[in-house]
């Protein structure tokens, strides 16, 4: 069948496209646009409208238009202010454009009617009518876009292309999609694009009801309450009860003006006083604020205590409250004497290192108590979340200050005693790294300026005294622990300890008993028996607990015989605490061959370390075990290829590595042991071992070798020094490089212990064996 050609006039149109059979209006301003519909006027009423690629383009060129269109029928045109002219058009048939005739002065296309092809399957094409038919009445329920009388006239229309035209004519769709429906010449091919796009948008505006119903909830229940509000302000007008956010906002602004802020916080402080008097008290945005200003108004901004700066008082006070940490005390002295000198100083950062239950968190109350300054407490241990810190950003729900500001309103003071307690346990995730958040609070050149996120204000922090305290150095990082002082506050001697507990612990335990003085009192001998036998550690924690077991145990006791009074005696602790739980036995005192004692530096102070070694026929393997680390690991195979090279300068067979396999062993197998320092004591071991040599059963020993047997120094000599004291060695070998931290160690200990100074190997040896007696009588 030949196809129906026709040259009409084009008009290229801007966001609109036309369907056959559908009436519509447009307006024409371009001068092209003007001219080509007044020669369809003069010919026959008809015009080909086809739509543009782009709509922002004003001269569109040929390949800027689409070739599928419609021929339509003016029926009315009406001109407007402006050279603009109103076009009232009737869509007639799809037409594809197949040239240009003219260009200029407007242009004119010769065009190919299309036919609608027909459904070859009508009851097919039946039952997809009846689909979209259905669909469609949906979509026009959820858009309210599409009226009752045009849903009518869809039951009178039999032709299926004319069907689909029309109601995509209703639908409101982008252009691409329009465009799409209108180049479908297939009459169920068009169908389907239809029945599939008004599902989309029926699932889009069920969406879209489904939001607005939440929102329109939302403002209901708002104005809801702003009416039952009014409603109450009027009772209470009429009542003549003053209103209630009348009275806060008045409250508040009384507050504002006494206290004593700086420029910049009160400013903030009235900006959110006027934001609450225009929010509304009773509102959700209300309560946020109301807490800001609690917040703000509760900080110390300009209220200080006033330091005493009487140094012989501090020292007595110092004095009174611990036993022995001379550093401690001299550190705040010194501060006290330049702080009276200067009164511009900025606050010390101390961090008191050492073992637990040495007194860090306790000496950092009496030097509170001895500066009359405030005392603050804030424990690190476990905080992973850097807005523990810095606080909360006030835009998330349940925001609150940091935990340095919350310190600072605690104190109602802008000059405390901050403690940080346990640094060293910080930790950091995805939440954010807490010790960075740290570094800003510690450092006495940027804490002046310190900014809280929920605050959003400058706080000063140059007054405040903070005092750290840590188990140990290894787990802070070195840019924080830059920042701060170090103070050792190494382990207590037997002598300390017992002086800290006739002194303190037990008039303590009196106290809190509620024991009248001399119903129970201790002889020094039992105090001592408290020590050495049921207690082994750097602090004075345990020691506590097994002296308020000995006074609950003599209370019983007193109460269940009628007595007034009781004196401790060795026998009461042994009969109270049952059997020594730390002795020494003959076993311990016995010279051994290839067991040396070697002394190790933990978290929780020191301790002694044997190191056993066995010799065994062999192929020369070596074997470590007791949970070693790879430091220890290495310096075994270190001391191995040691006594290897100087084998013969030992009296050793030196084929021994081809003979002989050697099993290297700490006791204690499931403890994990690590560290540069049990060097000297595995080559003392294994060269025992392999030259059959008794080694001293009071001597222990700590230091690092090197292949030339140069012997390394090491770290935490006090700390192993009285480990090896508790444990009743009496002669200990260390670095000649340590010779300079003997004096770190209490006079009470080094007087009645033997220090070996090594600088090589052959020092250590010399002094390690039992020399061997004369068989001559």
């Not at 569109?60 to 109103?86: A, S, W």
């Not at 009459?187 to 489904?210: P, S």
């Not at 207690?535 to 345990?542: A, D, I, L, M, P």
């Not at 010799?615 to 075990?625: C, E, F, Y």
């Amino acid at each position: 069948m030949e196809k129906e050609s026709r040259v009409l006039p084009l008009i290229p149109l801007r966001g609109i496209t036309i369907f056959p059979h559908m009436v519509l209006h447009f307006d024409v301003g371009r001068e092209k646009s003007l001219l080509a519909v007044e020669e369809a006027m003069l010919n026959g009423q008809e015009i080909f409208l086809a739509s543009q690629k782009e709509a922002k383009i004003e001269e569109p060129k040929e390949d800027e238009i689409f070739n599928i269109g419609t021929i339509c029928n003016i029926k009315q045109i009406l001109k407007l202010p402006g050279d603009t002219v109103r076009v009232l058009v009737e869509g007639e048939s799809r037409a594809k454009l197949v040239s240009y005739v003219q260009k200029e002065p407007f242009l004119k296309t010769e065009v190919e009617i299309l036919q609608d092809e027909k459904c070859e399957d009508k009851g097919k094409c039946e039952a997809l009518i009846r689909t979209v038919k259905k669909e469609f009445e949906e979509y026009a329920r959820l858009s309210n876009s599409v009226s009752a009388e045009a849903l009518i006239n869809l039951d009178d229309l039999e032709e299926s292309g004319r069907f689909a035209d029309i109601i995509s004519s209703y639908l409101t769709l982008k252009e691409d999609k329009k465009q799409e429906l209108l180049e479908a010449y297939d009459v169920y091919e068009r169908l389907e694009k239809l029945l599939l796009i008004i599902k989309n948008e029926v699932e889009i505006l069920k969406i879209e009801k489904k939001i607005g119903l939440k929102v329109k909830s939302k403002i209901d229940k708002s104005q809801k309450e702003y009416f039952l509000r009014e409603q109450m302000r009027a009772i209470q007008e009429e009542l003549g009860e003053d209103d209630e956010s009348k009275k806060e906002i008045e409250e508040y602004s009384k507050k504002i003006k006494k206290a004593k802020l700086p420029k910049v916080a009160k400013e903030k402080a009235l900006y959110e006083l006027t934001r609450l008097k225009n929010t509304g008290s009773y509102s959700a945005e209300g309560g946020v604020i109301r807490t800001y200003l609690d917040c703000l108004l509760d900080i110390p901004w300009n209220k200080k205590t006033k330091d005493n700066l009487d140094i012989k008082r501090a020292r007595e006070i110092l004095e009174d409250e611990h036993y022995g940490l001379e550093d401690v005390k001299d550190r705040i002295i010194e501060y006290l004497a330049v702080k009276s000198m200067s009164k511009s100083l900025k606050g010390p950062i101390l961090c008191l290192v050492g073992p637990p239950g040495v007194g860090k968190t306790s000496i950092a109350r009496s030097i509170a108590n001895a500066l009359n300054r405030n005392f603050v407490r804030m424990s690190l241990g476990g905080v992973r979340d850097e807005a523990e810190i810095r606080g909360h950003r006030r835009t998330y729900v349940g925001a609150i200050p940091g935990r340095i500001v919350n310190g600072m309103r605690k104190a109602q003071s802008k000059n405390p005693l901050f403690l940080l307690d346990e640094i060293d346990k910080l930790s950091g995730d995805f939440r954010g790294d807490p010790a960075s958040a740290l570094l800003e609070v510690l450092d006495s050149e940027q804490n002046n300026t310190f900014r809280d996120h929920y605050l959003e204000l400058d706080l000063n922090l140059s007054e405040v005294m903070f005092i750290t305290t840590a188990n140990t150095l290894d787990t802070i990082p070195r840019p924080l622990l830059d920042r701060m002082e170090v103070i050792e506050v190494s382990g207590y001697t037997y002598e300390e300890k017992f002086h800290i507990a006739k002194k303190y612990l037990i008039p303590k335990q009196f106290k809190e008993h509620n024991l009248e003085e001399g119903k129970i009192t201790f002889s020094d001998s039992s105090i001592y028996s408290v020590i050495e036998h049921y207690t082994r550690e750097s602090g004075v924690r345990s020691l506590e607990r097994k002296v308020a077991s000995v006074i609950r145990k003599a209370i019983a006791d007193m109460l269940e015989r009628d007595k007034n009074k009781i004196s401790i005696t060795v026998n009461h602790v042994k009969k109270y605490l049952g059997p020594e739980i730390y002795t020494y036995d003959k076993a311990d005192k016995i010279d051994k061959i290839g067991v040396v004692m070697g002394m190790a530096w933990t978290g929780y102070g020191g301790d002694t370390l044997p190191v056993e070694v066995s010799v065994m026929s062999g192929k020369g393997k070596l074997q470590l075990t007791g949970q070693l680390g790879d430091v220890m690991k290495e310096s075994a195979e270190a001391g191995y290829s040691y006594i290897r090279s100087n084998a013969e300068k030992y009296g050793i067979n030196p084929d021994f590595y081809k003979e002989k396999d050697i099993h290297i062993h700490a006791p204690e197998g499931a403890v994990p042991k690590d560290g540069p320092s049990a060097g000297v004591t595995m080559i003392t071991a294994m060269v025992s071992a392999l030259g059959n040599k008794k080694v001293k059963h009071n001597l222990a020993m700590t230091g690092e070798i090197t292949l030339t047997g140069i012997v390394l120094p090491i770290g935490g000599l006090k700390e192993k020094t009285l480990a090896a004291f508790r444990a009743g060695i009496d002669t200990i070998i260390i670095p000649k490089a340590n010779e300079k931290d003997l004096r770190k160690i209490p006079k009470s200990v080094l007087s009645k212990m033997k220090v070996i100074i090594a600088e090589k190997i052959e020092d250590v040896l010399e002094n390690a064996f039992v020399e061997e007696k004369s068989n001559d009588n």
